[in-house]
């Protein structure tokens, strides 16, 4: 991974614990697919909408973390002296949003 490490994952500890249970549920959904795929009686349209549930709740879960990283690291960028560094990773990260 590519991370900086004097930077770290600071996230607001309410945010976090959504990530988190999010990410719980999200881990619920792909095992129940899996379940799915090993049943020849599940309906494909079925398995098509667990795959967006998600998704969808990784899209959240990567708004919850970029919200977090724009208030604590962009935000202060121009004090730090590193607008730069932070204007080169934010540019790398939106390349791979939808």
């Given at each position: ?70 208030k ?26 939808r």
């Open positions: 991974m590519d991370a900086n490490p004097c930077h770290g994952l600071k996230i607001d500890p309410d945010a976090r614990e959504d990530a988190r249970r999010r990410l719980l549920s999200i881990k619920g959904h792909v095992e129940g697919i899996l379940r799915m795929l090993d049943d020849e009686n599940t309906y494909c349209v079925d398995v098509l909408k667990q795959v967006n549930a998600v998704e969808g709740g990784l899209a959240k879960v990567s708004d919850l973390v970029l919200r977090s990283h724009l604590i690291h962009v935000a202060t960028a121009a004090t730090r002296g590193d607008v730069d560094v932070i204007v080169e990773e934010l540019m790398e990260v939106l390349k791979y949003r």
